[in-house]
């Protein structure tokens, strides 16, 4: 089965239900971007024009929202709130929430949530916007294109110093009783973001990013870490897997055409791996529990965040192929191996072949990475 293929067949399996039928956990399609300057009135702007978009293009879906409490989204409602947000001072905290969901106790297939910083904390706490849409949109002919164009508006319209998109995990705004079930999902499937807290990640990611899905968000300050956008994209240069997309404030790595669910009893996707393998000096060193409140039953405590963090770490080991190797080694394990000393350098390698160098290279020594069977 093909990536699509695959996604459709284990999706119902991602999904929950109370016996009411009210949709309790969905899989879904997110986009999770951080910014500076929430509390500025120029930011509070912007986010609104990303509102109005959101509205104006998926409000026939569009059912609740939190403003304050949870209640029904109307056309008044949702002027009244966005003139009420334009009004607060720089030191007053906004956050809302417009969804499909019509209740606080149900998942949404549709939603868009920002939550700003104060003036007053200056540049230690980041402000966020969030979208979600229903992972179906993929099988649409300019599904995949759709959601691309909408995570590379949100991340010009404030200017995003990192973030994340990829499949997740949907839970209610109402959250706490279903974070056991997107525990237990992450456990089977690497590729799910684990998003429920995302407001718990303001401060934390202050200077470094949450890690690699299928589209990694990387400002300008985050780019110039690794080397800058020449030696990134030379990095991925042997890969046909992997593009790296340009907005105003840095750059947008897409791991893949598609999103990748990672089960459990497969390899890990080669494309998260290859960019986590590039990126990874820029995640969270000692992160902090992705659940902090745990009151019905299991969820992510100190040890299993540590490894959800490093999941794409392991591909190594479980290949029992080497981080890398030097030019002039032979070959460990058949496959494909790629090197950043050289551009379309991506090709198949038998155990025991003699790894080649390449001379006159400004990356300096040739290098070869994994890159899948």
Known sequence: MNTLEKLIDQAPNLAFEMSDNTPVVRLGLIATVYFKEGYLLESKQKVLECFDRFKEEFGQHLKGQFDGRYKKLTNESFKKTTLKILETGANEQYEWHISSAPTASEAAEYSLSALNSFEVHGNQKRSYLKITLPWTLLQEADGAARYQNWLLYLCNQVKAEHGYGGLSSILPYDYDSYMPMEFQLAQQFSGLEVDSMVHNFKRELLNHIKGVNWYTILGSYFAEQLGGEDQIRHAFSGRGDVEVLSYDNGLIIRAGELPELGEKNEPLPAAYVAVNRVVKSLRIPNPDQLHTYLPYGDGFEEDS????????????????????????????????????????????????????SFSGSSWGDTLWYWSGE
């Not at 479980?318 to 981080?323: D, F």
């Open 305 to 356: 965040t540590a490894r959800w963090y490093a999941r794409f770490d392991h591909e190594d080991n479980q290949l029992k192929a080497p981080a890398r190797l030097e030019a002039g080694q032979p070959c460990s394990v058949t496959g494909y191996w790629f090197s950043p000393a050289q551009a379309g350098s991506r090709r198949h390698f038998q155990q025991g072949d003699i790894l080649p």
